[in-house]
């Protein structure tokens, strides 16, 4: 998977951004563009905890060169997709005041906040196994990030943002990789959480997640 992540490799220059202004105001009413900020904020803050528990848990703990390898090259296109974000919110947002709201949103936002807080949780609990953790940050690239996806691929079916949307394309595309490597990993562990410590971890971040898309 190494290779397939390596064979993925973008850079932000790549996005195209200059039509994508007329239809944020034009086309796009004030539910959505709020929506779609808020999206762009839990992106922009979420890749930079994902980098953390790599950073100071995974690559610690994990000794097969391999998924070392991956680890590293992820550490770096989450990296790819902060810059993306920011860049996005820069040129979407130009009011000062509503970016930094923006790119502070696990602070000031109670939505994000609670999905950062859960994640932040795992990263800092000692007393989880590895693979117990495995399992939360697999729901936070598969279950977190899925519905946001999804709200972006709306405007590309309708035609609108097509640099956002096809920045959406590489980092769906990425974030999918990442989740099935946690899979994968997670199928070659010798020692696994019980099928009901599974369930728990997810059912938690779906009623999160839900929580986030609906308001409820």
Known sequence: MYKKAEASFWTAEEMDLSHDLSDWHDKLNDGER???SHVLAFFAAS???VNENLVERFSNEVQVAEARCFYGFQVMMENIHSETYSLLIDTYIKDSHQREYLFTAI???PAIKKKADWAL???SDERSSFSERLVAFAAVEGIFFSGCFASIFWLKKRGLMPGLTFSNELISRDEGMHTDF??????HLKRRPSPEVVLEIITEAVAIE???LTGQ
């Open 210 to 212: 839900q929580e986030f």
């Open 34 to 36: 709020h929506f779609i």
């Open 121 to 123: 949780r795992w990263i």
């Open 47 to 49: 890749d930079g905890i």
């Open 107 to 109: 602070d000031t936002i």
């Open 182 to 187: 946690a899979c994968m990993l997670f199928r």
